[in-house]
């Protein structure tokens, strides 16, 4: 075993840098921020124009695909066997590895059992994350695998059964980070248990707990639960864990989960209603904290202990998320609302540079995407409405695509902007890739 990490760290060390700066290999990309490097992505397309390939997919999922290279992985569901199934999908849950230059089907691995629908989302939710050496995903279960490139399981653990069991109103729906060798999940529940909620990190290479630490709360009833993705905050050579939920943001130390300092406010009312879906994004010694749309906080890094007064600018007003989360290069924050109102603020100020504008009609549970000078903001509807990126709001396109009910967010990598929907894995670009 460890000869066999030692070889595939040495490759990922011998991968260039270019290379890897193409790689989408976690939740909302390479930073956390939902922007991407990829280049001479195009404006406009459909199912004749603009499409590299499409790839059927066994069922629907939420989850993001993360590529790797030439490897693109995403999970799944079985496909439904009788109508009964058709809403939640099918029992099992896969993860899949297609191939990114057409789409073929490489490999699939069965992950769980017991496939269930949460309103608007299943067990597939989470998206997977990879170094380029393994990938790992957590079904809605709990059940977390480790597996190679190829598809072979290194280890697998069940979190309900070493922790205790989920609470959460809607599901698990949390993706994994990766960081230092540490696989790092978050369960913040409270509305169907009295358990505590924690932080956990597994070591990547055996799935061992490294450590694991309880995350205290006030918030009542529904509120404790969320179902956002913790993000890593680097300043002064230092990172530090993010996570939000339970009314407020806390930053924890990697190496033994110790909370640092806590930020409330997030539910400064004490409403029973107050989960909270959209990620934290961090970037450039700024945290940004989404809630139930109000408030949106921007909190400056920095400080232990209550560091509730770091808050640089509050979001009050119409267009702020609640599913989406934002997505920021540090100069421009962009947002996107449910009713797919689009919001462009100053990231340092909350200034608003434009918006709330409308873009295509129709619910959007998808996460905008920042990339080649585009934002491209995808509704349930599978219709996609690109923007320019920047001071001025101009709508660049409105693409369809199947119209199939779709929550995955966009991604890209290379030249090339993938986009998921019930049916299919979409590939979108100008003829070869580089």
């Excluded at 991407?36 to 195009?42: D, E, I, M, S, W």
């Excluded at 993360?66 to 079985?78: A, Q, V």
């Excluded at 806590?262 to 879906?277: D, E, H």
């Excluded at 904290?289 to 640089?312: E, H, I």
Aim: proline fraction near 6%; charge should be negative.
């Amino acid at each position: 075993m460890i000869r066999r990490i030692a070889r595939a760290v040495c490759v990922v060390a011998l991968i260039p840098l270019a290379v890897r700066a193409e790689n989408w290999g976690q939740w909302r990309g390479p930073d956390q921020n939902g922007v991407g490097t990829a280049q001479n992505l195009p404006t406009s397309w459909s199912l004749t124009k603009n499409l590299i390939w499409r790839a059927k997919l066994p069922s629907w999922s939420g989850s993001t695909p993360i590529i790797w290279g030439d490897r693109i992985f995403l999970t799944s569901p079985s496909p439904a066997r009788t109508p009964e199934e058709q809403e939640p999908g099918g029992p099992e849950i896969y993860i899949l590895c297609l191939a990114k230059k057409d789409g073929r089907e490489r490999w699939r691995y069965k992950l769980d059992e017991g496939n269930v629908l949460w309103r608007k989302h299943n067990n597939a939710s989470p998206s997977p994350v990879t170094d380029g050496a393994h990938v790992w995903v957590v079904t809605g279960n709990g059940v977390v695998t480790c597996l190679d490139m190829d598809g072979k399981a290194v280890w697998t653990c069940d979190l309900q059964k070493e922790y205790g069991a989920f609470g959460l109103n809607w599901g698990y729906a949390s993706s994994p980070i990766l960081y230092d060798g540490k696989l790092i999940l978050q369960v913040l529940h409270g509305t169907h248990t009295d358990d505590p909620s924690y932080i956990v990190a597994l070591n990547a290479n055996t799935g061992e707990e490294i450590w694991r630490e309880e995350r205290a709360t006030d918030a009542l009833r529904e509120s404790p639960d969320a179902y956002t993705t913790p993000a890593l905050l680097k300043r002064g050579g230092e990172t530090q864990i993010v996570v939000t939920g339970g009314d407020c943001a806390t930053g924890h130390d990697p190496d033994t989960g110790r909370e640092i300092w806590r930020a409330n406010g997030l539910n400064p009312n004490q409403r029973g209603n107050y989960r909270i879906v959209a990620s934290p994004v961090v970037i450039d010694n700024m945290i940004y904290a989404p809630t139930r749309q109000r408030p949106l906080l921007a909190l400056s890094a920095g400080g232990t202990g209550d560091v509730s007064g770091n808050v640089v600018w509050k979001w009050e007003g119409a267009g702020a998320p609640d599913v989406p989360t934002p997505a920021s290069d540090g100069t421009y924050f962009y947002m996107v609302d449910d009713r797919g109102r689009a919001t462009c603020l100053n990231a340092k100020t909350g200034a608003v540079v434009w918006g709330p504008e409308r873009t295509a009609q129709g619910v959007v549970s998808a996460s905008p995407h920042v990339a080649d000078g585009k934002v491209f903001l995808l509704n349930e509807n599978a219709v996609t409405t690109v923007l320019a990126a920047g001071p001025a709001f101009e709508v660049l396109g409105t693409n369809e695509l199947d119209g199939t009910y779709t929550l995955s967010s966009p991604v890209s990598a290379g030249s090339r902007l993938f986009i998921r929907t019930a049916t299919h894995l979409y590939c979108i670009g100008y003829g070869e890739e580089e």
